[in-house]
DNA sequence: GGTGCTTGTCATCTG
DNA sequence: CGCAGATGACAAGCA
């Protein structure tokens, strides 16, 4: 058995957690001590073992283990039983944490991991932050430094700093076997150990492939993972979206983990190379959008900042999967808790129930990378839509004249409407902004205290306007559960990035728009502006419709009243969206109508000509006819006389014409017969045709 | 300023 | 009956 060591048991872990939270200048009024009653992300990986499953020689991972080192977390935590805080070691980091004064604590796993994942990466270098990264990405998201079976044991209560040698130095001995992506990340020193593991994984299962590839044993073991794993078998029961998400970023990772590796450390060169600015100086819609771009122009190289920060993925999806949820907090208790809205924004990748409580500001960091890891083409299209904006909106205010003071309040103060500061925060604090950033910080600027304020911002996000009177507009139902704040999040900071395109933009952007792919709402956005403005996008940007007009006209009727019934608006905001999207249709019906009428006309046109064409045709025909028909007449009329004047009666006389007429019988006959006779015949044949 | 065209909008009809 | 689309009529904007 081998144990993962603490990575606070650095002895430099603790000072990097403090350079870090100093320089993200960030409190985020964390209860670290919820914190450590988590019970571990590793009972998936426990789950494995027990069900003796490839992973059974894999290493658990638990940032809380109840020896305040890394182990398995089944002897660590007894499922549905909560460690007590002050118990464990952990409750010296926390004293330890509070008494140096950090401003910034770690509440969820998720900052946890990242702090860690700092300091591991600080203290080792690129290959410390990998491995731990890469530890997190496949032993359910908690990154972690695999120390050696010497390591302190989980439970006999040695002090785990004492014990522990440095994070890199254990991830050298032993990668976080937990999954192949670890060893593909780290790949370059750990081959044989990689083989070994994977060797190991394969007698578990059987497997009959131990000569291929490592990573067609990689592939073939993550594909066989679902087929034996309980909990594995149930993201296959999810919807395919959801299920491509839970199990396609595992492949996404291990090719592209060393991207990941190195887009993790830059990001976080750049927190620490620049302390006072750490966030602004992330370019987040760089690097955002950068990754965005990558992702819809190559799946392979898509991945930078977002991939380096989507092991936290795995953190949700190990806990996700904990079968007995006992680290889920009542949805009673979440609700109370305003500041997790941005969690529940940042879930889409989960459903509703597995959203991560707890989770706060710094959580978004990993949540976009956990979204950002399948965006490699077409899926980044639909991740956009449920969860990239969100964390746009949560980057951006890190972006955007990031006050940490300020945030903390907001954190505090639910009901407030300081979210609307962030506006203000454009001048504020913020030193320099590029103008990508600032439109997707004034178009996803979404983070505030509460939904509210979310909402708002939102809605600037939306219309690109201000907030004259933010309580009154667009509310959003944030007691009702996870999953509808996040596909409401989804939506409206999906609606975000169109809406300044101008007539002719939006209608061609509609062309190709689709629900299901929306990446062009991002460059569109940067180049967002408010020139040209149609009188209802000005009346949207007035009332701060969260929607954009096109979206609101194009939308489906069954969207578009799931998109009115899942917000609250304010009967002003219900009637002027009806009114655009009435006016947007008739509007198009309208082109339609003369477009079609126009057609038509043209269509008569050609009929016209067409028949008078004919009708000349035909006229000339006629002509001929006629013609010939006098032609012919003019001939049997003087065959008729030349026949006559032949004629001779029994005298000898020639036979008068206007006496007799020629008749010929039907037996070819031709006969003289008198005009009389000849009129009386034919009155009687034409009496006996009719009687006929 | 008048004119013709385009476009948006409203009212109404239609399926 | 409600709704979405179609269409006539009107007005505004523009060249």
């Known amino acids: 058995m081998k144990y993962l060591k603490p990575w606070w048991s650095d002895g430099g872990g603790l000072l990097h957690l403090t350079i870090l939270l100093s320089l993200a200048g960030l409190r985020l009024d964390v209860d670290l001590d919820l914190y450590l009653l988590l019970p571990p992300p590793t009972l998936l990986w426990d789950e494995l073992l027990l069900a003796g499953g490839p992973t059974s020689s894999a290493y658990a991972l638990s940032p809380f283990p109840a020896s305040g080192g890394w182990g398995r977390a089944d002897q660590l935590h007894p499922k549905g039983r909560e460690p007590d805080p002050e118990a464990e070691p952990e409750g010296r980091l926390l004293r330890e944490v509070r008494a140096l004064g950090v401003p910034f604590i770690p509440r969820t796993r998720v900052d946890a991991w990242l702090v860690h994942s700092v300091a591991a990466g600080e203290a080792d270098g690129a290959h410390g932050l990998l491995g731990a990264a890469a530890a997190a990405s496949s032993a359910g998201g908690v990154g972690a430094s695999v120390d050696d079976s010497s390591q302190a044991a989980p439970g006999d209560g040695g002090d785990p700093r004492a014990a522990a040698s440095s994070p890199l130095a254990a991830g050298e001995e032993e990668k976080a076997p937990a999954e192949p992506t670890a060893q593909v990340l780290d790949a370059g020193g750990h081959a044989n150990q990689e083989n070994e593991v994977l060797r190991e994984r394969h007698e578990a299962v059987d497997h009959s492939s131990q000569n291929v590839e490592n990573e067609q044993r990689v592939s073939a073991q993550e594909k066989s993972l679902p087929q034996k794993n309980e909990d594995e078998s149930k993201i296959a029961d999810k919807p395919d979206w959801e299920a491509e998400k839970t199990t396609e970023p595992r492949n996404e990772r291990s090719l592209n983990g060393t991207e990941t590796a190195f887009s993790l450390e830059d990001l976080f060169q750049m927190l620490s190379s620049q302390p006072e600015n750490s966030l602004e100086g992330i370019s987040l819609g760089n690097t955002f959008l950068g990754s965005i771009n990558d992702g819809m122009n190559s799946s392979t190289h898509n991945v930078n900042f977002s991939q380096a920060i989507s092991h936290d993925v795995n953190l949700h999806e190990a806990m996700l999967l904990c079968p007995d949820n006992t680290f889920r907090r009542e949805p009673v208790a979440r609700t109370s808790q305003p500041q997790e809205s941005f969690l529940q924004l940042n879930s889409h990748t989960t459903t509703p129930e597995q959203t991560l409580p707890g989770t706060n500001l710094t959580g978004f960091l990993p949540l976009v990378g956990s979204q950002m890891r399948n965006l490699t083409s077409q899926d980044l299209l639909h991740d956009l839509d449920i969860n990239i904006f969100d964390d746009i909106n949560l980057m951006s205010l890190a972006t955007e004249g990031f006050d940490p003071m300020e945030v903390s309040h907001l954190f505090e103060e639910p009901d407030s409407d300081s979210g609307l500061s962030l506006n203000s925060s454009h001048n504020s604090t913020s030193v320099t902004k590029s103008n990508s950033s600032r439109s997707v910080c004034e178009g996803a600027a979404g983070c505030s205290s509460d939904l509210e304020s979310l909402s708002h911002h939102d809605l600037e996000g939306a219309v690109g306007g201000y907030y004259p009177e933010p309580s009154k507009l667009c509310h959003m139902d944030h007691r009702s559960d996870s999953g509808f704040c996040g596909d409401l999040a989804f939506q409206h900071i999906y609606h975000n990035h169109t809406y300044h395109l101008q007539p002719s933009a939006l209608d061609s952007t509609s062309r190709s728009f689709s629900w299901h792919g929306k990446s062009q709402k991002v460059s569109k956005y940067l180049n967002d502006t408010d020139r040209n403005l149609s009188r209802d996008e000005r009346r949207a940007k007035a009332l701060h419709i969260p929607f954009s007009v096109d979206e609101i006209v194009r939308m489906p009727v069954d969207s578009f009243n799931n998109m009115l019934s899942r917000h609250y608006l304010t009967d002003l905001q219900v009637s ?72 001779r009666d029994d005298d000898g006389r020639p036979v008068n014409p206007n006496q007799y007429v020629l008749q010929c019988s039907q037996d070819g006959s031709v006969l003289i017969v008198p005009k009389e006779l000849a009129t009386s015949g034919h009155k009687k044949e034409n009496r006996k045709g009719k009687r006929k």
């Open 576 to 647: 002027l969206i009806r009114d655009i999207r009435r006016r947007g249709k008739n509007k198009v019906a309208a082109q339609n109508c003369r477009k079609r009428k126009l057609d038509i006309i043209l269509n008569l046109e050609d009929d016209l000509c067409n028949l008078q064409a004919k009708k000349e045709i035909l006229r000339r025909e006629r002509a001929q006819y006629n013609k010939a028909i006098n032609t012919m007449k003019q001939k049997l009329h003087d065959l008729y006389h030349d026949i006559f004047s032949r004629l």
